[in-house]
């Protein structure tokens, strides 16, 4: 059973174009981190999210990203305008504060043409 | 100099076998080490974590920690072709923050049967 759900799967979108990765935890924790990984790449840190803030962010992580969590549950991934070297895996994962384990979502494939 | 360094692979053992996977980082602040496994396209899944140096063992995998080489190691014993899958390992300190993982780049392993 997957600590984090993501939507969608797989998406397939066009250069310049916004993108939408969702990520929902199975149950409440404060602690999130998006990450990506690019084919045959290593896994890489986007940002970290804890108490409804970016706690710290890496350099990929620049003004054409922003995460939110709109609702206070779903645990948002926007990409403004996409370019073709954003296409990667991206994952969600969630924090355990107290032994600073980190459990991975499914993941989104994203495809940009 | 990288921040952690993994042999990619790909490795191949006889159904059976013992194996062993390696990791040696460069950055002595970090604490904590985990080992997940990868499918293809598929989110890592944690399979070990260990904070102090010394062997942690659960089932048929044992991950060691050596910090005054920087090395650490994950062994499985009566390796199954249900084993077949990239293997990562990733670190984190205290200092960093947020807690967000640094990966190796993951060693592709096939159990033959």
């Known amino acids: 059973e997957p600590e984090v759900t993501q939507t969608p799967s797989h998406q397939v979108t066009q250069m310049g174009q916004e993108v939408i990765l969702r990520c929902v935890p199975i149950?409440?924790?404060?602690?999130f981190y998006w990450y990506r990984q690019i084919l045959g790449q290593k896994v890489e840190f986007l940002v970290s999210f804890y108490n409804n803030e970016i706690s710290e962010k890496s350099e990929i992580f620049d003004d054409q990203f922003s995460v939110e969590r709109p609702d206070g549950s779903n645990f948002t991934l926007k990409i403004r305008s996409t370019k073709l070297e954003d296409s990667a895996m991206y994952f969600c994962a969630r924090g355990d504060r107290l032994t600073y384990e980190q459990y991975f979502g499914p993941g989104t494939r994203l495809t940009v043409t | 100099q990288k921040e952690v360094e993994q042999d990619p692979g790909p490795l191949s053992v006889p159904e059976g076998a013992i194996v062993s996977l390696n990791c040696t980082y460069s950055?002595?602040?970090?604490?904590?080490f985990m080992w997940y496994r990868q499918y293809s396209r598929k989110g890592p899944e944690l399979l070990m974590y260990?904070?102090?140096?010394g062997n942690k063992e659960d089932g048929r995998f044992t991950a060691q920690v050596d910090k005054s080489s920087k090395y650490i190691s994950l062994f499985i014993r009566d390796s199954q072709p249900s084993d077949s899958a990239t293997y990562l390992c990733a670190m984190t300190s205290s200092g960093a923050g947020s807690y967000q993982l640094t990966f190796g780049k993951g060693t592709k392993l096939s159990v033959i049967p």
């Open positions: 149950s409440n924790h404060l602690y």
């Open positions: 950055n002595s602040a970090f604490q904590y």
């Open positions: 260990t904070y102090s140096s």
